[in-house]
């Protein structure tokens, strides 16, 4: 169902009867920052979508972890120094452990080989101020001023999708 404006009221009709009778729709053009934003951690926001679509937040007793897994090539360079240099601004520690994986998978009877690259904070602090966020994305994001929430956009966009958030606070 779709809002509409009938005699002076905003009323509910399905999309298809609102074609069928020429009506208007009403869409959300802009939506108001949040207060319930307002205590959640100040991390750059294209760090945080970077990290939601190609990391992995992990919380476990009194330790954290913060990987962040992307193939090292000539098109992803810019997007790895940027989440590096991120990092390092919002938390004041680099990521400071580096290991290069190779995947082994067999798909429709096919192996297939791949590489990444883990870059990866021990520490607790960015963990549990990601996991925070995470747990509140909603709104979170609606307090972002726009300029912000194209940054967690491109974070996200720029990101492949290999972590896609797993293991956050696990």
Known sequence: KMFTIHQRSLVKKRLAQCLADDDFLCTVDRLPGRPEAAGLPDIDPYLVGALLTDGYIRLWGRKGSVTFTQKST?????????VHASFQESFGDPFTYHRTRTILSVL???????????FISFRREPAEQLTKIYNNLVPWTLGLSEGNLLRFL?????????????????
Do not use: L
């Open 74 to 82: 000539a098109d992803k360079e810019t997007m790895i120094a940027a």
């Open 108 to 118: 429709r009877g096919r192996p297939i080989v791949g590489t990444a690259d883990d």
């Open 154 to 170: 491109a974070g996200v966009a720029d990101g492949d999708g290999v972590g896609v958030g797993d293991g956050v606070g696990r």
